[in-house]
Nanobody
Framework: QVQLVESGGGLGQAGGSLRLSCAAS????????MGWYRQVPGKQRELVATISSGGTTNYADSVKGRFTISRDNARNTMYLQMNSLKPEDSAVYYC???????????????WGQGTQVTVPS
């Protein structure tokens, strides 16, 4: 069994910062891709940022230059540093992890439970 535990959401301030964490635990052989997504009521879940096992990053245009995704492979943990927050960043943020449970396995994607980020206008 694999678990993803997110933390770090909450109430932010416009222009301020928040840091999200996503820790994976359980039957994990190797994590490949990791990413953050967000969703607001009535809209589809959208990609925020991804990071490959080699550290290559990709960002949505709306967060480029403000958000930084990183990972600690030794801890199976991913982070999202969010700076210069805007009200439109308010959403439920989900972490997504693709991992192999055993050697030779096919990568399987898992989702975190989501953490609310609210930035009042």
């Amino acid at each position: 069994q694999v678990q993803l535990v997110e933390s770090g959401g909450g109430l932010g301030q416009a222009g301020g910062s928040l840091r999200l964490s996503c820790a994976a635990s359980g039957s994990i052989f190797r994590i490949t891709g990791m990413g953050w997504y967000r969703q607001v009521p009535g809209k589809q879940r959208e990609l925020v940022a991804t990071i490959s096992s080699g550290g290559t990053t990709n960002y949505a245009d709306s967060v480029k230059g403000r958000f930084t995704i990183s990972r600690d492979n030794a801890r199976n943990t991913m982070y999202l540093q969010m700076n210069s927050l805007k009200p439109e960043d308010s959403a439920v943020y989900y972490c997504n992890v693709a991992l192999l449970r055993v050697t030779g396995d096919i990568p399987i994607q898992y989702w975190g439970q989501g953490t609310q980020v609210t930035v009042p206008s």
